[in-house]
């Protein structure tokens, strides 16, 4: 079992454009949840993923958006970057309403 | 407003020794609590939870202590071992949401 993959694993971006990182969950796992972590901080919840709606969403503009196919892969859309958005983004999967497991993270750099 | 809080950034203790990682809780409506661990270039791994209606909850070497009337929760590693060195946090959600909040983090280094 692969776990929890994202990709890219780095990725650098310049202010005003548009990124998409991409998550598989763990196998098994319905529901996706990606986390922004900014350095010296916690992870920050964006929103949650399940049959292919957002069913809860944190306190980020509509600028992150995501999306959830078929296969329970998801993808996050941040859309117009800010030098602010440079974070760390981790999904998380889970099955039902059990514990979430990490994936290693996509690095993202906005210049 | 954190509403997780963990006011240690770093913690070095000897090798066999006790790890004692605190944590901090402003809203009353977190009914259950997490500890993850994270090495670098790695995701969080989960490490022991804990329910709101227990004061204790204990694996292995580690232990999480839960202080209701405090809103104070904290982790202990006994022995603490080298391979513990990491960012340790804490997380609490609540029935009815599918969110964790996280603490900002405590980065424990075990000396040999």
């Known amino acids: 079992d692969a776990g929890v993959t994202q990709s890219p694993t780095h990725l650098i971006k310049t202010r005003g454009q548009q990124v998409t990182l991409r998550c598989s969950p763990k196998?098994?796992?319905?529901?996706v949840s990606w986390y922004q972590q900014a350095l010296g901080q916690g992870p920050q919840f964006i929103f949650q993923y399940y049959e292919e709606e957002e069913r809860q969403r944190g306190n980020f503009p509509d600028r992150f958006s995501g999306h959830q196919f078929p296969n329970y892969s998801s993808e996050l859309n941040v859309n117009a970057l800010l030098l602010g958005d440079s974070a760390l983004y981790l999904c998380?999967?889970?099955?039902?309403?059990?514990?979430?497991?990490f994936g290693p993270g996509t690095r993202l750099t906005v210049l | 407003d954190q509403q997780v809080k963990q006011n240690s950034p770093s913690l070095s203790v000897q090798e066999g020794r006790i790890s004692i990682l605190n944590c901090d809780y402003t809203n009353s409506m977190f009914d259950y609590f997490l500890w993850y661990k994270k090495y670098p270039a790695e995701g969080p791994t989960f490490l022991i939870s804990i329910s709101s209606i227990k004061d204790k909850n204990e694996d292995g070497r580690f232990t999480v202590f839960l202080n209701k009337s405090a809103k104070h929760l904290s982790l202990h590693i006994v022995p603490s071992q080298p391979g513990d060195s990491a960012v340790y946090f804490c997380?609490?959600?609540?029935?009815?949401?599918?969110?964790?909040?996280f603490g900002t983090g405590t980065r424990l280094k075990v000396l040999a």
């Open positions: 196998s098994g796992h319905d529901t």
């Open positions: 997380a609490a959600t609540w029935s009815g949401t599918y969110k964790y909040i």
């Open positions: 998380a999967s889970l099955e039902r309403d059990n514990e979430q497991f």
